[in-house]
Nanobody, 121 residues
Framework: QVQPVESGGGLVQAGGSLRLSCAAS????????MGWYRQAPGNKRDLVAFITSGGTTTYADSVKGRFTISRDNAKNTVYLQMNSLKPEDTAVYYC???????????????WGQGTQVTVSS
């Protein structure tokens, strides 16, 4: 089973930037789509962005124009560049591997430990 390993979180002031990375470990045959989720305390885990094997990207409305998802297939790694960060972006960020279809994303990997992103005002 493929396992995500996230990194790159931290503490940043509002308006700042962070870049998250997620590498795949374990049994890797072929990774189709890759996605990033986030979960703030007391909230459910929400999809932030995903990218298909062909490079098509989809974003949640709350991050459009500020976040950019990308992938390096040779390294089985997905990235999330986060700019113009806001306090409401504070959450634990998780990546996943899955498949996409009809404009939707369907994760199938285990969850990693996540990486904490804290944005101070």
């Amino acid at each position: 089973q493929v396992q995500p390993v996230e990194s790159g979180g931290g503490l940043v002031q509002a308006g700042g930037s962070l870049r998250l990375s997620c590498a795949a470990s374990g049994s890797i045959f072929r990774i189709d789509a890759m996605g990033w989720y986030r979960q703030a305390p007391g909230n459910k885990r929400d999809l932030v962005a995903f990218i298909t094997s062909g490079g098509t990207t989809t974003y949640a409305d709350s991050v459009k124009g500020r976040f950019t998802i990308s992938r390096d297939n040779a390294k089985n790694t997905v990235y999330l560049q986060m700019n113009s960060l806001k306090p409401e972006d504070t959450a634990v960020y998780y990546c996943s591997f899955g498949r996409s279809g009809s404009g939707s994303y369907f994760p199938y990997s285990n969850w990693g430990q996540g990486t904490q992103v804290t944005v101070s005002s």
